[in-house]
């Protein structure tokens, strides 16, 4: 296959996956690509979207399908949207700031990672579209209230409040490729680690002319931006609680988009703290191994809600043919995470750029072969799903 993102052999989001592979250091690749333990959700939430056939219309000719729609009132041109991804100069420099601009120019909204290497207000400047912030409360409080004036400030347009991340999953591939060791700052530990860089020499010029190893400059503490430490650790210190949702809504004062709820409880919670969205999401099989997949629990928590507020689904999201499912089963869109990392490792802004074009005209052609003119219009009756899934939906 070639080595350029924009080739014609390009076809699918797992191509793009390859191709990052192929320029990626080991530990990088694997941070994108891995999962908690055994990863077992994280092939699940792929894999789930197998469960469910379509149920085409024949015979209807669509005349380009509208792809259009809005999020929580923001126009988007198809309902795909950047997921947060923390860490994004590992894989390309100003990565936060590139991907944003891709996504603007589609015409969809990026979501900045609080753990970020670029400035928030230089990833807002660089997207002509609108932009979400996702919050952890790295340092407390105080600091998370500054980081959250901060988004405001610079024209953020939702809050996303991650909630699935009490402490860092335990992600195997990290710890066997040396993440830990490799931030230490202590040679004797990082030289069994080096290897993979000088494996990667276009990779590491970049790296390094982009200012190597990172700091993150959205969590400012007060001896300055928090360094790249281990990520785990400062996890555990900032978990979010529910009563913390009452301070972070008095701050923000906009919409909040609360993440990472598998259940139709938390559903309930997430409204009565409000939300005024939720994204059904596991953190694409990083956190808690073993829960179900988001696609099974979409039903459930579309229900709890009663159109409430809007639900949106991450997790395993590879082809349009999967954004259509999640559609039909509730869903107002739908945030990626790998897809569109895995192009930003592989070519920077024109990897973002193709990861997104894949996903709509997979999503256009679909809905034309479908026989449904709208993204507005596709329902339940569109697909067939398992019968256990309707108990207790
Ligand atoms: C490399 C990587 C880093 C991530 N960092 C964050 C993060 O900082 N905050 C967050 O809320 N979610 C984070 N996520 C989870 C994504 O926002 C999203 O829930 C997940 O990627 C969706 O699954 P998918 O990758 O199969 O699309 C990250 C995911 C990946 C792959």
Known sequence: MSRSVTS???????????????????????????????????????RVFDDVAL????????????????????????????APVGSCRLFWPRGEAVAARAAGAAGTIYTLST?????????????????????YLCGGRDVALSGIARAKAAGFGAL?????????????RDVRNGSKELVSGRPLSMLPFVGQFLARPRWLFDFLADGGLMSFPNVVLPEGPMPYVDIGAVLAQSATEWADLRWIREAWNGPI??????TADDARRAVDAGA?????????GRQLDGVAPTLRVLPEVVAA?????????????????????????????????????????????????????ILRADLERTLRLLGCPSVAELDASYVDIPPHWRRGA
């Open 8 to 46: 014609a052999q390009v076809v699918n989001i797992g191509d793009l996956r390859r191709l990052a592979q192929r320029r990626l250091p080991r530990v990088a690749f694997d941070y994108i690509d891995g999962g908690a333990d055994g990863e077992v959700t994280l092939r699940e939430n792929c």
């Open 55 to 82: 149920r085409p219309r024949s015979a209807v000719v669509t005349k380009g399908a509208k792809l259009a729609t809005s999020v929580l009132g923001t126009d988007v041109a198809f309902p795909v949207l950047l």
């Open 115 to 135: 753990l970020s290497g670029t400035p928030l207000e230089e990833v807002k400047a660089a997207s002509s579209g609108p932009c979400w912030y996702q919050l």
């Open 160 to 172: 996303v409040v991650t909630i699935d991340t009490p402490v860092a999953g335990l992600r195997e």
């Open 257 to 262: 988009v609360i993440k990472g709820v598998h």
């Open 276 to 284: 005024s969205a939720v994204v059904v999401s596991n953190h694409g």
């Open 305 to 357: 809600v009663v159109g409430r507020v809007e639900v949106l689904l991450d997790g395993g999201i590879r082809r349009g043919g999967d954004v259509v499912k999640a559609l039909c089963l509730g869903a107002r869109a739908v945030l990626v995470g790998r897809a569109y990392a895995y192009g930003l490792g592989a070519g920077g802004g024109a990897g973002v750029t193709k990861a997104l074009e």
